[in-house]
């Protein structure tokens, strides 16, 4: 059986990735290991007058090259080893793509779908005080995942302000445009996700108006991806949410369905395509470019062979298992991995960070400019990297990453 404990497969993905950088096992050791694991249980008044404790973590992983960084997730299935994996992520990501910062993730226990606004804004506020001396805006700054937002960014920016009374914007990214948001920061997940595809697709030497693409997922970082794959002209055939899936080989208005969910939250009883049960089998259409954008270990070795593409575009962190790896590799589809694929939600959020520190606004215009500019390098880098050492992208991708990270720790040294 295949283990699909995150943390196992994020030290698994590290290992190989060692073993050919040839890394000493103490490097190996301090790299593989997270720097620090918070873990608070903390009591919050519901509507009805109870008082539920909930649980959340706070995992640093390194800052080596710079302060933590990583978002915080609200889902009933986060757990220690999910958040470790998800903050070693988070340090390859930011090495990857060359950004001044470390890893870090965060997450609380906690359904928000059975949540009212006010009880999510009490579970906000008092995570952010339990977790207060470990984040900071030099020291860890957290941003959006999975169902958290702007406005739960906004409550976190208001507590920690409350806490040391003065406005401190710089605690955290992702923010509205109009409290120290950056522009373009709310759609740069699925821009990066665009941009890795198209350029897969040219180095192909295909059009991307001859090409169809199928969306597991379809929040933060799945609808923007599906729009701006539609506005470069390939058709979007497949789309999935909690709820179902949808499929319409003639192609599906991604517009629609935004403005579809926009009343019914879940895209169950949308009527202009045909409902695939179960809905995971969405991964399976045959498709050019598939992106999944919900969770981790939804391409395993369990249903990899089935897998129809020619590009996997990881918009999810984690969604393909080692061992779905190597069986899509035999049948020639090329994964671009979810820490390239998805790193332009933390170029923006390091380009946000760097207005608040200046105090600046930069125009949409200059942050797309700069996001692509950046992601179409790191992209040239794993993939040349990836033909020259005749590896996979995902290997090549953590080979730059940890050579980063490791240089920088050797220069740095050991304490004391
Ligand atoms: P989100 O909460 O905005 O959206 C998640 C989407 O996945 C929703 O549409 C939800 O209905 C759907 N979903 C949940 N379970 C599903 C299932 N079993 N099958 C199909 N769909 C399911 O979250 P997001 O911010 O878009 O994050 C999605 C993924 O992208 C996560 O892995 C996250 O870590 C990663 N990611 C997010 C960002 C970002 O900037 N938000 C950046 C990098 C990576």
């Keep these: 059986m295949e283990n699909l404990n995150p943390y196992h497969i994020a030290q698994m993905q590290f290992d190989q990735a060692a073993d050919k950088l040839g890394l000493n096992s103490w490097m190996r050791d301090f790299l593989k290991t997270p720097d620090r694991n918070v873990s608070v249980d903390f009591p919050v008044k519901m509507d009805d007058g109870s008082i539920k404790i909930f649980a959340g973590y706070r995992v640093q992983h ?60 009490r579970i906000t506020r008092r995570f952010t005080y339990e977790i207060r001396n470990v984040i900071g805006p030099d020291v860890d700054i957290p941003a959006p995942d999975v169902n958290t937002n702007a406005q739960v960014m906004t409550w976190i920016v208001d507590t920690y302000s409350m806490w040391n009374g003065h406005s401190e ?105 045909q409902h695939i049960r179960p809905k995971e089998k969405v991964l399976e259409l045959k498709t050019d470019i598939l992106v999944p954008a919900a969770l981790e270990n939804q391409i395993t070795s369990a249903n990899a062979g089935n897998v129809d593409c020619r590009f996997i575009v990881e918009g999810a962190n984690g969604p393909t298992t080692p061992d779905a790896d190597r069986i899509l590799k035999k049948k ?52 040349d990297l990836a033909e020259r050492e005749d590896v996979d992208m995902r290997i090549a991708a953590y080979m730059i990453a940890i050579g980063r990270v490791a240089k920088a720790t050797e220069a740095r040294g050991v304490f004391p």
Excluded at 67 to 80: D, M
Excluded at 92 to 113: E, L, S
Excluded at 171 to 193: D, H, I, N, Q
Aim: neutral net charge; charged residues 25%; aromatic residues 8%.
């Design 332 to 383: 020639g589809i090329l994964v671009i991995p979810d820490i390239l694929a998805n790193a332009g939600g933390v170029t923006a959020s390091y380009y946000e960070w760097v207005q608040n520190v200046q105090r600046e606004q930069w125009p949409y215009e200059k942050v797309v400019t700069k996001l692509e500019k950046k992601l179409v390098q790191a992209y040239n880098d794993v993939r």
């Design 62 to 121: 390194n800052n080596t090259r710079g302060p933590y960084k990583g978002g915080l997730r609200f889902s009933p299935e986060v757990n220690l080893d999910e958040v470790r994996a998800l903050a070693s992520w988070m340090t390859w990501k930011t090495a990857v793509v060359n950004v001044p910062f470390g890893g870090a993730k965060g997450g609380v226990v906690c359904d928000p779908r059975k949540l009212s606004t006010c009880e999510l804004e």
């Design 169 to 273: 914007f710089r605690v955290v990214t992702g923010k509205p445009t109009f409290l120290g948001g950056s522009y373009g920061r709310a759609e740069a997940t699925g821009r990066g996700v665009m941009v890795a595809a198209m350029k897969a697709v040219k180095d192909a030497g295909l059009e991307p108006q001859d090409l169809t693409a199928v969306i597991q997922g379809f929040g933060n970082v799945g609808s923007h991806t599906a729009r701006l794959l539609a506005e470069q002209g390939v058709k979007i055939i497949g789309i999935s949410d909690i709820s179902t899936a949808i499929h319409n080989p003639d192609g599906i208005d991604v517009q629609d369905v935004e403005a579809y969910l926009k009343k019914n939250k879940v895209l169950e009883g949308y009527d202009k395509a």
